[in-house]
């Protein structure tokens, strides 16, 4: 970020959790190098998991986490109401992320292998992306989000500019890095069919893509399945392996 | 003297996850003393079962994103106690660094950004920047080490990508060790060493508090037990991994979405300070001395100075992964392929220690190798029983305070536990119920 171009009155901005790891949070703090220096170009009015202060409004709320409780729902309201701009902030608040997995199975099920006989002391709904309740003005993805990405849409809109959406799949960033391919080492991979961004990370380290940044906008199901079942995996697996990340979006609303 | 008291924190602050502290005096009776954990339950042992034990860990990891190593250490262990998967020497030195590491990492967050705060007075660690940017400096450096650990072994710091069941999918080469080792003598040592001395400059300002109460931790024979161990109780010894249902015994109770524990008493104990009870003359040299200038002594009954526990950690984190990665380097770093052949079926149970104390991962498999049943008990669930007790000894020993002050000491004592909120949902405001003081 250069200094000519940060704007008089810092950009008030905050930060929320909802139904989730906070390893989204966690990651950001994880910016080390770059904390002081963002710092210097924003106020952070609130951010319970570091500080006690509190504010009426925001000019941009990041939004960490899925929304799965009555009084999530009433909170990301009341949020968005104050909110210039909201960004939900990784995979939990994108797509639902590995919560949205509870959405597979019927509720009750889910309640009482948890809570036994006490399943109805604590109320719940299905785990949903933010997008499903309010309208969300930029995303970004991944399980933890990305911090390059992070990054990125951070400094576009503390200088009140458009940031780019990435729209190609992992397989694209992996073939960049040269890597060899897990398929050629007896491995079944998501990268065929899940948002880039990441820079092929998971790949890149010799494990398999686990779909955790959602899916390409014309992502084919079909042939996806047909890779992994040739690739050693039973139909009920692949299947299984593909909700892993992206329940919240079932795969009827594949193409 | 009759006393009302009524303290209502709603969604506590500088803590992992969403909770509230609720105190309730009536007549200078304690009618309610509660850490209510309001966090959305999130159903992961639910979410587990049909699960391959290649997805188990990737799907932990996320119960909580500062625990995450340990949530996939734990499982890794789980899976490979049920299917029979053996894994190297290498395989256990490399976790044993990410558990430094990861200890490391959380240890330091939470003592300079989320305590820190409350012994100098502050709303956050952020309007500290200016007045002591050299200490802010330190701890960024320390969580870079400690962070870099985790990205060169397994990837990512958060959520871990490399540990598998049976091994590692990509190993680091021997000049990143060596790298990581230069900068664990020459950065990490140094900053321990001044990050004891700014904790005894605000040693006085810890409340004085004392309650003998039940410890709980892994102990091991050979060395400080972080990664593995026997379980072992202060009041009734040692136990095998196998008998953890017998310790945890879990309990639902209407006031929170994460379930209580109990054992020998009405709660324990575990974390840093039950680990440095049970287990302190393991620790190395250098650590054994950061406890003393800082005043903590064996058999420590005063919660708050678990934040003082976790600095020794620290130095024992520093210590001891250099001397990882001597052994490593000593062996000479093999390209090993993770062991997934099982040999068997059947239930496993893995056991490590996270930051915030004992957890406990227990999986059933069936014969295709998918879950069946799955338990997880975490430690901020076993402690909150504990942090209730405390709550009750404390509030009636500084009811004379303002209630401001009351509401601070309880919010402190809470925050030294550095609860883990959304890992135990499966926490943190203060609720004072009538607020008529007089
Ligand atoms: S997206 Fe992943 S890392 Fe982020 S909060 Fe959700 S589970 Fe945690
Ligand atoms: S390893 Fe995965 S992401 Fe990389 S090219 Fe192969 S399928 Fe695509």
Redesign the interface.
């Known amino acids: 970020m250069s200094t000519q171009t940060a704007p008089k009155t810092k950009p008030q901005i905050a930060f929320f959790?909802?139904?989730?790891?906070?390893?989204?949070?966690?990651?950001k703090?994880?910016l080390?190098?770059h904390?002081?220096e963002i710092?210097e170009h924003v106020d952070?009015v609130e951010?319970?998991?570091?500080?006690?202060?509190k504010a009426d409004a925001y000019d941009i709320a990041f939004i960490e986490g899925s929304i799965?409780?009555p009084s999530?729902v009433e909170r990301i309201h009341d949020i968005r109401r104050r909110a210039k701009i909201l960004v939900a902030l990784g995979s939990c608040a994108v797509t639902g992320?590995?919560?949205a997995?509870?959405n597979l199975?019927p509720i009750e099920?889910?309640?009482e292998?948890?809570?036994?006989k006490?399943k109805y002391?604590?109320p719940?709904l299905p785990a949903m992306p933010v997008s499903a309740i309010v309208k969300v003005d930029y995303e970004i993805h991944g399980?933890?989000m990305s911090i390059p990405e992070f990054l990125v849409v951070f400094k576009a809109l503390v200088m009140g500019k458009q940031p780019i959406k990435p729209d190609s799949p992992v397989c694209v960033e992996c073939k960049l890095r040269e890597n060899e391919c897990l398929y050629d080492r007896g491995m079944v991979c998501l990268g065929p069919i899940t948002l880039s961004g990441c820079d092929a990370?998971?790949p890149?380290?010799?494990?398999f893509c686990?779909g955790c940044r959602g899916l390409v906008p014309d992502a084919n199901k079909n042939a996806m399945l047909d890779i992994l079942t040739d690739h050693g995996l039973s139909l009920q697996?692949a299947e299984?392996?593909l909700l892993?990340f992206n329940s919240y979006k079932q795969p009827d609303t594949f193409k | 003297m009759s006393k009302n008291l009524d303290i209502n924190v709603h969604?506590l602050?500088?803590?992992?996850?969403?909770g509230n502290i609720v105190i309730n005096m009536k007549e200078g009776r304690l009618e309610k003393a509660e850490l209510q954990i309001v966090?959305?339950?999130?159903?992961?042992?639910?979410?587990l079962?049909?699960?391959?034990f290649h997805?188990a860990a990737?799907?932990t990891s996320?119960?909580?994103?500062?625990c995450?190593l340990g949530h996939q250490i734990a499982s890794l262990k789980a899976t490979e106690d049920a299917l029979g998967l053996e894994v190297s020497e290498q395989t256990i030195l490399l976790r044993k660094l990410l558990v430094n590491g990861a200890t490391l990492q959380s240890n330091v967050?939470h003592v300079y950004?989320?305590v820190a705060p409350d012994l100098l007075n502050a709303?956050?660690?952020?309007p500290l920047?200016p007045t002591h940017k050299n200490v802010?400096?330190r701890a960024?450096?320390m969580?870079?080490l400690a962070?870099d650990i985790g990205d060169i072994v397994s990837?990512?710091?958060?959520?871990p990508?490399?540990p598998?069941p049976g091994g590692f999918?990509?190993i680091p080469t021997a000049g990143e060790l060596k790298e990581l080792r230069r900068r664990l003598i020459e950065e990490g040592l140094p900053d321990v060493v001044e990050t004891v001395k700014t904790i005894k400059s605000l040693a006085g300002r810890i409340p004085d508090f004392v309650r003998e109460t039940e410890y709980i931790s892994l102990q091991d024979k050979n060395e400080y037990a972080l990664y593995d161990g026997e379980i072992f109780s202060s009041d009734t010894g040692a136990t095998a991994v196998r008998n953890y249902r017998d310790i945890t015994s879990e309990f639902?109770v209407?006031h929170s979405?994460s379930?209580h524990a109990r054992h020998a008493r009405s709660s324990y104990m575990v974390g840093a300070l039950a680990r440095w009870n049970n287990n302190h003359n393991q620790l190395t040299e250098i650590s054994l001395n950061a406890a003393e200038e800082m005043g903590l002594k064996p058999d420590c009954y005063n919660p708050y100075l678990n934040n003082v526990a976790q600095v020794v950690e620290c130095a024992h984190c520093v210590e001891d992964s250099i001397a990882i990665i001597d052994r490593l380097l000593e062996l000479g770093l093999k390209n090993e392929k993770p062991n997934q052949t099982p040999t068997k079926y059947g239930v496993g149970i893995g056991s490590t220690e996270v930051p915030r104390g004992i957890l406990f991962h227990e999986y059933e498999y069936d014969r295709k190798g998918n879950i069946v049943f799955a338990n997880c008990i975490i430690p901020t669930g076993q402690n909150l029983a504990n942090i209730d007790d405390d709550m009750k000894k404390l509030v009636p020993e500084i009811i004379d305070k303002p209630k401001k002050d009351i509401t601070k000491q309880l919010e402190m004592l809470v925050r030294a536990y550095d609860p883990c909120i959304?890992c135990s949902v499966?926490l943190l405001n203060v609720k004072f119920i009538n607020d008529s003081e007089d």
Request: include cysteine; glycine fraction near 6%; hydrophobic fraction near 35%.
């Open positions: 959790d909802f139904t989730s790891c906070e390893g989204c949070q966690l990651n703090l994880n080390e190098n904390l002081l710092l952070i951010f319970r998991e570091a500080m006690d202060d799965s409780t999530c992320g590995i919560n997995m509870k199975q099920d889910v309640r292998t948890v809570y036994g006490d002391l604590f719940t399980c933890p990370i998971c890149s380290f010799g494990q686990t697996e299984k392996r892993l | 969604h602050t500088r803590v992992e996850g969403h966090e959305a339950p999130r159903y992961f042992e639910a979410l079962k049909g699960r391959s997805e990737i799907i996320r119960i909580c994103g500062i995450a967050l950004f989320l709303p956050s660690v952020f920047i802010i400096l960024l450096r969580k870079r962070n990837g990512r710091a958060v959520h990508i490399t598998v999918t990509h639902v209407a979405t379930k959304s499966h």
